[in-house]
């Protein structure tokens, strides 16, 4: 059952907003959305690059993208106060601010250590923006309409990380590395301006303490986490100490987090509520979306591997092969919230999860010898799957939440899929360094023999892990509309 936070009276003027207004600001947040998320994957492609030009190693380059997903990771579950404290503009501009001058550092960085700095600065921006944009839409539309918004968020979540490495690749065919930052610079500065000039208030603020100890623990437990299980793939080159010890700090760090909001939440001072798991309509759409985007992490690193070192295509032709996917999930996503709207979330997410296993048990068989059609074929019917998984799920999840709680469900929500996306990430590398590993050790006849057979153990184990995302998605129910839910203001 669950149990509402109550909140401190709220003031200010408030009024109905207008389908303009509300279509002007949830546009421009999921247009700004979708420019700060497509970089959480635009730098595995140009690693190879970034190693020649500035000197570095691949485990250094590699903190491109560890470290931005342990910014994203130690930054979300604070959004949760900082969603509640201030208003819908000033977050706006903050989040897009710190991406525009992590991007810009980023584009004039003189070496490694200044690019890295770039890519933290801009991950801080990134990690404010999703919640932001998840609790402005529980809070302007309404209940009936959600599923179209948040098929349109799906876009964003999903397609712009997939779509990361083919336009990563398309630039890096013609221009340098710093052309990945220059490209998104003028988009980003034109959106955090017309954000100032046209953005305005959808909610009005309270006062909300700040925990410095629950911060201070959170970005041990789920930076600990993230990048113990980040770590995994390279613990052949740092060794297994390094991810566990990391991974033991995360954890009893995580169980300390979890006291310490439990203590914190009975005077509504919590850093992040966790009454949201008290909703069973919350906690069984997370944990199949944490299925969800273990596998889509997973085949999103491990498809390029195999089809680079198994396959032989180059790089431009990798993220071309894996374009028509990402678009497809795109233009599949509004359609999959119509349907949500009318039909509720049984009817897609069955379906949805069954496809996605499928799917992994066929690539559970690709070895040297398999046709490149093949496994164009394979990811665009994944895609499929996914984008009939996506919307339901984060709208099932965060619907029946009371509107004092849309801001800790929407950091939850956040901080799972970077949980998800970085234990998909190890699972699928691990498996497959020790499929290769042991084909290696049993006389296969050459590295790439030897890749595909680390492959299909990862999708092996992947495919079985579906199966309970199968039985997980039969059992998640439409949201019944919370009480009490205070009419959007806009001011």
Known sequence: MTQAVDSAPRTGSVTQPSPGETRLVIGLLLVSAFVVILNETIMGVALPRLMDDLGISAATGQWLT?????????????????????????????????FSAGTLIALLAPGFSMLLVGRIVQASGTAIMMPLLMTTVLTLVEPAHRGRVMGNISIVISVAPAVGPTISGLILNAFSWRWLFGFVLPIAIAALVLGMVKVRNVSTPRKAPIDVVSVVVSAVAFGGIVYGLSSIGEAGSTGPLVPVLSLVVGFVALALFVFRQTRLQRTDSALLDLRTFRTRGFTVPIVAMVISFMAMFGTLILLPIYIERVLGLEVLQVGLLLLPGGLIMGLLSPVVGRVYDRRGPRVLLVPGAIIVSAVLWALSTVGVETSVWFVLGAHVVLSIGLALTFTPLFTAALGGLPPTLYSHGSAVLGTAQQLAGAAGTALFVTLLTIGAAGAATSGADDVAAATAVGVRTAFLVGAVISLVGIATASMVRRPATPEGAPAPAVH
């Open 66 to 98: 560890t470290g931005f997903l342990l910014t994203m990771a130690v930054v979300i579950p604070v959004t949760g106060f900082l969603l509640q404290r201030f208003d819908t503009r000033p977050v706006f501009v903050w989040a897009m601010s710190l």
